[in-house]
């Protein structure tokens, strides 16, 4: 039986109370009444389409928070793919139903793109200083400014104390923190660790799009990561980067997108090793139309 559906069996028989909002309007109400009682504010942005990675990112919020508020809401601006976002798994029902069962201090933000964007389907304009320019950034033309003007956005409406994102987009969690320095929004951005399937692949809304034989499969990315990973001790990058190459192209199933190991603060693909620095490798790849990135810590 589906995940959502063992959830929406279980919320019918709890069935808490959560309040619901569609516009910026009745929430910042609702939300200032919170506020005022001195209550603290988390905040999880999603698309929707829940999974238990979201719901680890909600459980963390709850456990540093009094209230957390999940953000609902497919942004157009950051599919550079429409065949993507029309195809992106909408299952709010679902998503509410597995929220309930979660905790009765959720609120939900499930805004309209009029609501969100008030007629005016643009992007803003950011510097990232260069952590934009590469892995995603170079795939996926502006992406990007997408990401981060829903995300300011949220954060300019709902003036959480935190917010929650997962490690599995960590080229994204970069950038907001960027985005949070550059603009100086008073909000503390709280990295939560890559929930993955039982077989290592790392979790993800559009795995409900794979097929059943692709998903069986699907922890074969993950252990090329954690083969990386043991190689990093002996190999250098490039030795690396050609032994990931090879395992894809005698692989029918998985097609690579790209391989790159970076330091994480400058998301730089590395040449050599330099003491005193931390490195992260990330891939992406696709099965079929579906595309699945994932990375991993090096040391």
Not at 15 to 41: A, D, H, R, W
Not at 56 to 67: E, G, P, Y
Not at 246 to 254: K, R, V
Request: hydrophobic letters at 40%; a negative charge.
């Amino acid at each position: 039986m589906p995940i959502t559906s063992i959830y929406g069996i279980f919320a019918s028989l709890f069935n808490f109370p959560m309040e619901i909002f569609k516009t910026k309007t009745t929430l910042n109400k609702f939300l200032e009444g919170l506020k005022k009682n001195g209550s603290s504010l988390g905040l999880v942005p999603t698309m929707g389409a829940l999974h238990e990675g979201h719901l680890s990112l909600v459980s963390t919020a709850i456990s540093q928070n009094d209230w957390v508020v999940v953000s609902i809401f497919v942004n157009p601006t950051q599919f550079n793919n429409l065949s993507d976002l029309e195809n992106y798994p909408k299952t709010f029902e679902d998503d509410l139903a597995m929220l309930q069962q979660t905790s009765e201090r959720i609120v939900v933000f499930a805004p309209s793109v009029e609501e969100v964007y008030e007629g005016n389907l643009t992007t803003g304009d950011f510097t990232f200083d260069g952590l934009d320019k590469v892995m995603e950034g170079e795939f996926r033309a502006n992406h990007f400014n997408g990401v981060a003007t829903i995300v300011k956005i949220l954060f300019q409406t709902i003036r959480a104390n935190r917010a929650y994102f997962g490690e599995k987009d960590f080229q994204q969690l970069q950038i907001i923190k960027k985005l949070v320095e550059k603009e100086e929004i008073p909000i503390e951005i709280v990295p939560c660790p890559i929930e993955r399937e039982e077989n290592g692949l790392a979790r993800s809304s559009r795995n409900e799009r794979l097929t059943k034989l692709v998903r069986k499969q699907g922890g074969f990315i993950y252990d090329v990561l954690k083969n990386v990973k043991s190689k990093f001790g002996t190999e250098n990058a490039i030795q690396i980067k050609e032994w990931v190459i090879d395992q894809f192209a005698s692989n029918e199933i998985f097609n690579l997108e790209y391989f790159e190991i970076t330091d994480i603060d400058t998301l730089t693909p590395i040449l050599k090793k330099q003491k005193d620095r931390k490195y992260r490798a990330f891939i992406a790849v696709y099965a079929d139309d579906v595309r699945l990135i994932d990375n991993i810590a090096l040391n």
